[in-house]
């Protein structure tokens, strides 16, 4: 790294945290202090507007880098990942984005708690998307630490120690004082970032092969050094049957979890009507499906250009930068240190966009459900905005925390294992809510536990943990579960949980409320 990439870099990053903050600040102003406002933003967006903010908030650091890199190391059983990120999409556009703008009014646990009794269903719904935004946090944060410190030349710990704070700090800043409004112009803002430098680098290495695809895929092939075995299934995944179950273990979490995802639910609340929630959801699909495919050319390029060895030192995390370098001319030339230093700054921008929003999820379901469960019955509503405000600072401490905590540690399972939870305890509630007649309290309250327990207990328990060379603690071995993602074991048993605690329940269940709730969910009568 040489000084002019550093000071490039910086500058850039400079320039977005100016933008982003002068945002805050003018929404800040224009503020009602009302939980419609904080944690919708008043549903005033249009379907395109919320569309491209779903799409900032879902392409994090993790796809634009980490995918890539992915691709770059593993070839086809990389490009696996773009298919189950892009499949999500089709469960969230069919089965809930049109039915959870009518049912619900903020969070997740609202569409639950409109049939069932609220208490216990709110604390356990919200506990649930507390721990998944949590671990997606803290993974943003670690990842920003050692990215953005990496990318800067600094790759002590006292440089990534100041960058995990200084995020944490922003992302408070953002929330607390900005809501949702602030956060989804930040979305927006970052969204057209990223596909303007993935389009502007996916042109370039196209243009390099002569737009030659077959040029492209053999160079990449025969530089990989695992020849035609790198564009064929089972590089990383067909080494063994745990290998195999693996894979299926996350292609179910990813697939399913991205509809239980709390930070893209709450989401549907920022448009006006039902209609306007699903054609956001179309806008968000074409936004993601094409810069996923675009991540395919750029994987595949880094591959061919960049070379396994270089990008294979940082785990593929660096694979784009490098390849932007190479883009450019090399790390000797100016336009390669301009390349290199977009990016930075596009990949710095989509770490400070993404836990903005996770940290504004979490923070909704903290006040609007767990504090909204206890506080007095004619408390003021504005209380609860106050609480919002302070579970954002308190929740962004705790990622500073853990961040700092685990700076040294391979927390990459901790995305999956987000999405594992999102579907073992979120998505088995909210679908029984949605289409079962007799789901009762019980039934959801077990759902939602008998998913997160498990999921957390099995990756406890697994070589992510202890008992492996790359382990969170390699010396310690209490490493009893084969898989490295629990979903393919969890996500049935939220399923079965809520099915055996509805059919154990003395509770009948309120025909007439589900009735409401169902015609509610398909016609939008009554919904706010």
Request: proline share 3%.
């Amino acid at each position: 790294m040489t000084g002019r990439h550093e000071t490039l870099a910086l500058l850039l990053f400079s320039a977005f945290v100016a933008v982003t903050l002068g945002i805050t600040t003018w929404v800040s102003r224009r503020r009602h202090g009302s939980p419609e406002e904080f944690y919708a933003g008043g549903r005033l967006f249009s379907p395109m507007e919320n569309g491209f903010a779903i799409a900032g908030d879902y392409m994090s650091a993790a796809s634009f880098l980490g995918v890539t890199g992915l691709i770059a190391l593993f070839g086809y059983d990389g490009l696996l990942y773009v298919v189950g990120f892009l499949v999500a999409w089709l469960v969230v556009l069919f089965l809930v984005a049109e039915l959870v703008r009518n049912c619900g009014r903020f969070t997740l646990a609202d569409v639950i708690a409109a049939r069932m009794s609220e208490r216990p269903v709110r604390i356990a719904v919200g506990t649930s998307s507390v721990t998944v935004s949590v671990f997606y946090l803290v993974a943003q944060m670690v990842g920003a630490g050692s990215l953005v410190a990496l990318l800067l030349g600094r790759t002590g710990e006292a440089a990534q120690a100041w960058t995990v704070i200084g995020v944490g700090a922003l992302m408070v800043i953002y929330v607390s004082l900005g809501g949702m409004r602030a956060t989804t112009w930040i979305q927006i803002v970052k969204a057209v970032l990223l596909l303007s430098g993935t389009v502007a680098l996916t042109v370039l290495v196209l243009v390099r092969f002569h737009g030659d695809i077959d040029r492209l895929l053999l160079t990449a092939a025969d530089r990989s050094g695992h020849g035609k075995a790198f564009l064929v299934p089972g590089l990383r995944y067909g080494g063994s049957w745990s290998a195999r179950l693996d894979f299926v273990s996350l292609g179910l979490a990813l697939v399913l979890g991205t509809a239980g995802l709390p930070h893209i639910l709450s989401r549907f609340y920022t448009v006006p009507t039902a209609r306007a929630a699903r054609r956001s959801t179309v806008w968000s699909i074409g936004l993601i499906g094409s810069f996923y495919l675009m991540t395919i050319v750029l994987g595949f390029g880094a591959a061919a250009l960049v070379g396994p060895d270089a990008v294979r030192a940082s785990n593929g995390n660096t694979a784009v930068p490098l390849l932007a370098l190479d883009l450019g001319g090399g790390a000797g030339s100016t336009v390669g240190t301009v390349l290199f230093a977009v990016v930075a700054a596009v990949a710095f921008a989509t770490i400070l966009a993404v836990v903005a929003g996770i940290t504004l999820a979490s923070s909704a379901s903290v006040a609007h459900d767990l504090y909204a469960t206890l506080r007095r019955p004619h408390a003021r509503q504005r209380s609860e905005v106050a609480v919002a405000r302070v579970a954002a600072v308190g929740i962004g401490a705790l990622a500073i925390a853990l961040g700092l905590l685990a700076r040294d540690m391979n927390v990459a399972f901790l995305v999956g294992l987000a999405f594992a939870v999102a579907a073992s305890a979120n998505l088995p509630v909210l679908l029984y809510s949605l289409f079962w007649r007799d789901f009762t309290t019980r039934g959801a309250v077990w759902a939602v536990y008998g998913g997160l327990v498990p999921a957390l207990g099995l990756v406890v328990l697994s070589p992510v943990v202890s008992g492996s060379p790359g382990a969170l603690f390699p010396g310690a071995d209490f490493q009893y579960f084969p898989l490295q993602n629990p979903g393919i074991v969890s996500i049935p048993l939220g399923f079965l949980a809520g099915w055996l605690g509805t059919v154990t329940s003395d509770e009948v269940p309120d025909e007439a409320r589900h009735a409401e709730t169902e015609v509610r969910s398909l016609t939008g009568a009554g919904a706010v």
